[in-house]
């Protein structure tokens, strides 16, 4: 009865050990390439009334968009997004946006994470009363803050962007630069 009692401690013993190194993956093991794709509603000033010259509009523009952010490490994140600003609309004008580039998170906070980017892509704009519209370069810089609800589920609680439309017009005698906020909620799919 003795040894059948050894036995079977050692047999629980060695169970538990066998558990306890299973609890935790390796951290230069631990997989951290993930994909959130997400929807989102924005604001923004579309930095043009008309008339050829960059000059605020009396009118904000709304509308929605998608975004995808891919993080490959904790320090490597892409992010791109899709934006059709076409609510509210002066004079016909409207904008798109289709971007893509480098997301850097800047610390955790408990459930809030805090980020800085810098995307590059298209604008299209189209000007007044639909007269004539243009695909231009698009550069944006932006931040904001992530909240995770759940293990899958985030809420992107603002998302500022100021951007730049360096050759918007054929005079080239200004630049435009829209600005504006996002909010939105994303899905970790893996």
């Known amino acids: 009865m003795k040894r059948l009692f050894v036995a079977v401690l050692c047999y629980v013993m060695c169970a538990g050990a066998t558990a306890v190194c299973a609890q935790v993956a390796p951290s230069a093991d631990h997989r951290q390439l993930s994909l959130t794709l997400g929807g989102m509603a924005s604001v923004f ?54 971007l893509i580039g ?15 980017k810098i995307l590059f892509g298209m604008g299209h ?6 007269q004539t519209s243009c695909r231009c370069s698009d550069i944006a810089y932006g931040g904001g803050a992530d ?22 017009y054929v005079l080239q005698t200004s630049q435009l630069h829209p600005y ?7 899905y970790k799919l893996f």
Do not use: C
């Open 102 to 116: 480098p997301r850097l998170p800047i610390h955790t906070f408990g459930r809030i994470t805090p980020y800085g």
């Open 45 to 98: 000033q579309p930095d043009y009334a008309g008339g050829g010259i960059a000059q605020a509009s009396p009118n904000r523009l709304f509308g929605i968009g998608g975004y995808a952010d891919v993080r490959f490490t904790r320090w490597v994140q892409v992010e791109a997004e899709a934006r059709w600003l076409r609510l509210n609309q002066f004079m016909n004008i409207h904008q798109d946006n289709y």
């Open 180 to 186: 504006g906020f996002s909010m939105g909620v994303g």
């Open 125 to 130: 704009m189209n000007f007044e009363n639909g």
């Open 147 to 168: 909240v995770q609800l759940t293990k899958r589920l985030s809420w992107r609680a603002i998302d500022f962007e100021y951007q730049q439309y360096p050759d918007w």
